[in-house]
């Protein structure tokens, strides 16, 4: 009973509080106007999409990818629909150093940031496949899907921190869950879930107005997934305008997590309040004042 008043009872509280008052939040494209947003892997697919619909809402973008032609095309649309300004920067996620460059240039570009969507992956032409022992593609996925994605962010927190800005890391159910045939590209997703969910608590204890959202999404029809599926998995695809909406939704309400998936049982299920629970007992047992010294 007393561990019940002391910790079950309270936790319960913060769960209600949460769900009841973030049901209550509401979407609304105004929140994007004006507001400087970088957009990663933005010459196809989600990126592209995710860089319209900023533009429609009247946000300054800078967008980034390989394809130099494909992202002037992007900027050309972004400005026809509306954004307030837009760039693009060419570039590989492979060099680290391109990466960190990047985020300074955009910034310079827009007179700040206050957001920071990471969404691209590596170009890989290899077919989904069994792992044997292709360990430079376990390496490529982790530099460019995950490495790449800590150096960015690392970059761009000043100004995020100067505008109580946002980092909105795009994820896969595939970094939640076992998948046969990708284990290169899931290791690289887990990896983004352990590491920005434990950099999100370290924010929150030392009291630093940076959101950081982790988008979780299922199957997309996106060129790229249709292609790399076909013939092997089966399941069905949701689109990618409205993916790429509920991503800026997602990050504009400062949401921990966005699911995003063609079955409507993926966020009931990958929610996992029992891990909620446990990090949050476990802040007991750190000693606070490693937090408060750094």
């Not at 390989?66 to 992202?71: G, N, T």
């Not at 150096?151 to 995020?160: C, E, I, T």
């Amino acid at each position: 009973m007393a561990f019940m008043k002391k910790y079950l009872l309270p936790i319960l509280g913060i769960f209600l509080a949460y769900y009841y008052y973030s049901a209550k939040e509401e979407f609304r494209p105004e929140m994007l106007r004006g507001k400087r947003v970088i957009v990663t892997g933005a010459s196809k697919g989600i990126g592209r999409e995710m860089a319209y619909h900023l533009a429609r809402m009247g946000a300054h973008v800078v967008v980034t990818a390989r394809s130099e032609e494909a992202l002037k095309k992007v900027v050309s649309h972004c400005l026809e629909l509306g954004a307030s300004s837009a760039h693009y920067v060419a570039g590989t996620m492979e060099n680290m150093t391109f990466a960190e460059e990047f985020v300074a240039k955009a910034g310079k570009l827009m007179g700040g940031l206050d957001m920071l969507i990471l969404n691209h992956i590596t170009n890989t032409n290899n077919p989904m496949t069994v792992f044997i022992d292709d360990i430079d593609q376990v390496r490529k996925n982790m530099e460019v899907n995950f490495l790449s994605y800590v150096v960015l962010s690392g970059a761009a927190m000043p100004m995020l921190k100067q505008s109580n800005g946002s980092i909105v890391v795009v994820s896969s159910i595939a970094g939640k869950t076992a998948n046969p045939l990708i284990a290169a590209y899931s290791a690289s997703k887990f990896a983004l879930d352990g590491f920005f969910s434990s950099v999100r608590v370290e924010y929150a204890v030392t009291n630093v107005n940076v959101s950081i959202t982790l988008c979780i999404l299922g199957l997309i029809d996106t060129e790229t997934a249709m292609t790399g599926t076909a013939g092997i998995y089966n399941a069905e695809a949701s689109p990618k305008e409205e993916c790429a909406l509920e991503i800026i939704k997602g990050g504009a309400l400062r949401q921990k997590e966005v699911y995003y998936d063609s079955s409507v049982l993926t966020p009931f299920l990958l929610g996992n309040p029992g891990r909620k629970i446990l990090e949050f007992l476990s802040l007991r047992n750190y000693n606070m004042e490693i937090f408060i010294n750094n």
